[in-house]
């Protein structure tokens, strides 16, 4: 089944600079990819979901890159300040009727002022 | 929109003890999901409803777990005979019908510790 690998565990940067998370996935059918944002006592909440067709996407403060070629994710934050502290988490389904978010084991970023 | 609503939050059992855990899906939503989160494993899916109708418990221990939807405006996870392993953040989620494409909306999760 499919396996994701997400790194890295912890992230600490500076308020401005940029933060990558990257997640590397084993199945080719892997079709929908989704980052999550965790804070402290709060609910999982969805940043993006990017579709295999699609290889770059912004939001709001932060780019999802996707290489099939490569099975890479990853979340670029641009800019980090110290509201993006928090546990983020990537997580892929296969298309075809499964269900199941297969997710990494996330990241724990931390920015400091 | 209350979101999807977990209770309790917080639960402490002892031993061998029994633990059920609620959830109030999103109105409207047919999918009901269960996850489990430790700091060692991660996020891992427990089982899935739709329609209230159980649809896959892969994901589940064949022991002592059961989760049973016995209307659209909530389910339950039952834990028999609790572990000290089986401590961890039980998640629910539900989206508006299980497909793929469509938003699963988490809930806050109910802490479970078992002494």
């Known amino acids: 089944g499919e396996q994701v690998e997400q790194r890295p565990p912890h992230l600490s940067v500076r308020e401005g600079d940029s933060a990558v998370i990257t997640c590397t996935y084993t199945?080719?059918?892997?079709?929908?990819f989704f980052w999550y944002k965790q804070e402290p006592g709060a609910s999982l909440q969805l940043l993006m979901k990017?579709?295999?067709?699609?290889e770059i996407n912004e939001g709001q403060g932060f780019t999802v890159l996707l290489n099939k070629k490569d099975k890479r994710l990853s979340l670029n934050l641009t800019a980090a300040h110290p509201g993006d502290s928090a546990a983020y988490f990537c997580?892929?389904?296969?298309?075809?009727?499964?269900?199941?978010?297969?997710f990494g084991s996330g990241t724990q970023l931390t920015v400091m002022p | 929109n209350a979101g999807v609503i977990q209770t309790p939050r917080h639960k402490v059992t002892g031993k061998g003890q029994e633990a059920t855990l609620w959830c109030e899906p999103i109105?409207?939503?047919?999918?009901v999901f269960w996850y489990r989160q430790t700091i060692v494993q991660g996020l891992e899916f427990l089982t899935y409803?739709?329609?209230?109708?159980?649809?896959?418990d892969s994901g589940m221990p064949k022991e002592r777990f059961s989760a049973q939807m016995p209307n659209q405006s909530h389910s339950t996870l039952k834990i028999q005979s609790t572990q000290p392993q089986d401590s961890a953040v039980y998640l629910c989620?539900?989206?508006?019908?299980?497909?793929?494409?469509?938003?699963?909306?988490f809930g806050k999760g109910t802490r479970l510790t078992v002494v």
């Open positions: 989620a539900s989206s508006l019908d299980g497909t793929t494409n469509t938003e699963v909306f």
């Open positions: 199945d080719p059918n892997s079709y929908y």
């Open positions: 990017v579709f295999s067709s699609t």
């Open positions: 997580a892929v389904s296969v298309s075809s009727g499964s269900w199941q978010l297969i």
């Open positions: 109105s409207g939503h047919s999918a």
């Open positions: 409803f739709r329609n209230q109708a159980p649809i896959d």
